[in-house]
């Protein structure tokens, strides 16, 4: 098992009874984070433990079981009696990271996936800008295990991440996550939380309407282990890149003032994209006409030679 981290306090249980003690005479916890969970008891387990072991103590945990069958409920009542635990029928991951929205008493709101782990700093990492700016975000990064909890390679494209206003950036990369966000419980509500009919990306459509109202803050080191294994693996294919050309093109349609601000980051994004649908689609072995259109729209959105050789050997190959 890949180590919780080097250098950092772990409360014992003593402390941590008398701290949540104090929390409750106090009234609402600081920080609500939220648990969605489906059949995943024992990495639930995991995830849970790591919350216990955190350095700051100002929060509360809710965690809604989307109709696991496993015996989670049980594991919760028996291990963590302090979780706060919701049950509700299977409607799929977003909806219930809503559910435990509508649930928290916290002001801000975090995320963690059941099969995630904190690193024992994370919440007092994540909270710490927000002391200077309350209406902002934060927002971390994670470290790739396997099931087991051995480290793997972690596949980034950036080395160092934005502050601030991170909206181009957010535009040409998806840095956003929604495990290891903390943002301000009023905003995640007043922006109507996850888009529940979306399978996947709906933390992308959700970052992108933070990134055009609030500051978001980078912490400098990773919060969080994301776990690799046998049920999450996905891979991109062309049902999943042309969602995110949809989630772009809906918030352009509703923020045409960043279209205008940020006209050439877009161009090379959806010329990106476009390049990926092509390579997808002919994958896939969707219709050539299929193909040579993205790579058209590649070349509008941004001209590469790359695309032009791409477009104009899809006549003869």
């Known amino acids: 098992m890949l180590p919780m981290g080097k250098g950092n ?5 003593e402390s941590r009874r008398l701290k949540t003690e104090c929390h409750q005479l106090k009234g609402a916890p600081l920080i609500t984070v939220g648990v969605s969970t489906y059949n995943r008891k024992d990495y639930l387990r995991e995830s849970l433990a790591s919350l216990r072991s955190q350095t700051f103590g100002d929060f509360e945990i ?3 079981d989307d109709g696991s069958t496993d015996g989670t409920g049980e594991m919760i009542r028996k291990e963590f009696p302090d979780v706060s635990y919701i049950y509700q029928e299977n409607r799929g991951d977003a909806a219930a990271k809503n559910k435990a929205a509508a649930h928290a008493r916290g002001k801000y709101l975090v995320f963690n996936d059941s099969d995630d782990i904190f690193l024992p700093d994370a919440l007092e990492r994540l909270y710490a800008p927000l002391a200077d700016d309350p209406d902002g975000c934060s927002y971390g990064q994670y470290i790739t295990i396997d099931s087991a909890g051995k480290k793997l390679p972690t596949k980034s494209k950036m080395k160092t991440f934005p502050s601030g206003n991170i909206l ?3 535009i040409l990369h998806i840095i956003v996550h929604n495990c290891g966000t903390l943002m301000p419980l009023n905003l995640f509500r007043q922006l109507g939380g996850y888009d529940a009919t979306l399978q996947c990306s709906y933390d992308y ?3 992108l309407e933070l990134a055009v109202r ?3 803050h980078a912490i400098e080191n990773p919060v969080f282990l994301r776990r690799r294994h ?7 294919n062309y049902e999943k890149m042309s969602l995110i050309l949809k989630i772009l093109n809906e918030f352009l349609e509703r923020h045409p003032e960043a279209g ?4 050439s980051v877009i161009g090379k994004r959806f010329a990106a994209i476009h390049g990926r649908l092509a390579r997808e689609a002919k994958k896939e072995t969707r219709p050539k006409e299929i193909v040579r259109g993205h790579l058209r729209a590649a070349l509008q959105g941004a001209f ?4 032009l050789y791409r477009y104009l050997i899809s006549f003869v190959s």
């Open 260 to 263: 205008e601000k940020y006209s």
């Open 214 to 216: 609030t500051n978001l």
């Open 230 to 236: 046998s049920s999450n693996l996905s891979s991109t």
């Open 9 to 13: 306090k772990v409360e014992n249980t």
């Open 205 to 207: 459509k959700l970052a």
């Open 62 to 64: 809710i965690v809604v």
């Open 168 to 170: 181009p950036d957010l």
């Open 304 to 307: 590469s030679f790359k695309y």
